[in-house]
């Protein structure tokens, strides 16, 4: 069974979305390139040209952190910010020091290596057709939508941004909006940089204004909820890239599940790091996330039910604006 274009029956995203073959993930020791600071936040560049060659919009890569004899024995998963052909290929991604992981990679110099693992994960689906686009982040969220930006404008689509966080420079890529973007919209909460509020303050407006067809969206559970709630209102779909903690990365520990509700009607635990990141933002069940709901496929006494009947379209949307293969 399969679902709408772009969206499987169980509610991931559709490998690859635009109908090029998805190579799998490689494991390679990178030579870091570069190491700098951007506001509140590091981006690290990597030499690794398996990984850059194989990489979609959307993947991330798990990084091995510590050095030898370490007893951080989890890798770190990080959405890739941007690839570039340098060197061979080479892959930025972009992180906050959180804890002892993080600051151990904050401290690597130019020269020192890196053991990594990707692309992993399944890359954000992009429209079949032109279509217009808007793209919402959240703190360091928002790396991963720049190089979906640069393959949505080569296939013809309008790209604006909508990006979010506490302060100012926790902002990430917001002279790159400004500058790339169609229009960009930045939001903080304290009215340090742009208007202050929440970026699904303003969303709903800006559907209206962009003539929004298709969301995207990485950052905090929370505001991908709203996100989420607010496409379903508007009957617009949104492509939701979820932040979950992620033991492996490879889908063997089970720790990053979630439950999606597919196109069959039946709600599955899905792992983040495989059966995503990148999942159909109306599917996922936001309120039960960090539970197995009583009514998940396995789930004990679980039992096969009729579908439900189809929800009518959202009044105010003109048919045929979902139309895009997202």
Not at 3 to 12: K, S
Not at 34 to 47: E, K, L, P
Not at 108 to 130: I, K, M, N, Q
Not at 307 to 323: D, I, K, L, T, V
Request: aromatic share 6%; net charge positive; proline share 8%.
């Amino acid at each position: 069974m399969t679902g709408p274009p772009g969206q499987g029956a169980d509610g991931r995203a559709a490998p690859g979305g635009d109908g090029e073959a998805q190579a799998g993930p490689v494991q390679v020791r990178g030579t870091v390139l570069s190491v700098r600071r951007v506001d509140a936040y590091h981006a690290m560049t990597v030499v690794a040209p398996g990984v850059a060659g194989r990489f979609r919009p959307g993947q991330f890569v798990a990084v091995a952190v510590g050095g030898p004899g370490t007893a951080m024995l989890l890798r770190r998963a990080f959405s890739i910010h941007s690839v570039r052909p340098d060197h061979g290929g080479t892959v930025e991604f972009v992180f906050a020091v959180t804890g002892a992981g993080t600051r151990w990679l904050s401290e690597r110099r130019v020269r020192d290596t890196l053991d990594l693992a990707g692309p992993l994960g399944r890359p954000f689906p992009v429209p079949r057709e032109p279509a217009s686009c808007l793209l919402v982040g959240g703190g360091y969220g928002s790396a991963p939508l720049f190089a979906l930006a640069d393959r949505l404008r080569e296939r013809r689509c309008g790209v604006d941004f909508l990006l979010g966080a506490a302060t100012g420079e926790r902002v990430f890529g917001a002279l790159t909006a400004r500058r790339t973007g169609r229009s960009a919209t930045i939001t903080t909460e304290d009215g340090s940089l742009g208007s202050r509020g929440l970026v699904t303050d303003v969303l709903a407006q800006l559907v209206h204004e962009t003539r929004a067809d298709v969301v995207y969206a990485c950052g905090p559970m929370p505001m991908l909820r709203q996100v989420s709630v607010l496409g379903k209102r508007y009957g617009i779909p949104v492509q939701a890239a979820v932040e979950e903690a992620m033991a492996c990365g490879t889908g063997v520990c089970m720790t990053c599940v979630l439950p999606v509700t597919g196109s069959d009607g039946i709600t599955r635990m899905l792992r983040a790091c495989t059966d995503g990141p990148v999942f159909r933002g109306e599917q996922v069940r936001w309120d039960d996330i960090g539970t197995i709901p009583f009514d998940a496929y396995g789930a004990p006494g679980w039992e096969p039910q009729a579908s439900p009947p189809a929800r009518p379209r959202a009044a105010g949307r003109p048919a045929g604006r979902n139309s895009h293969g997202c």
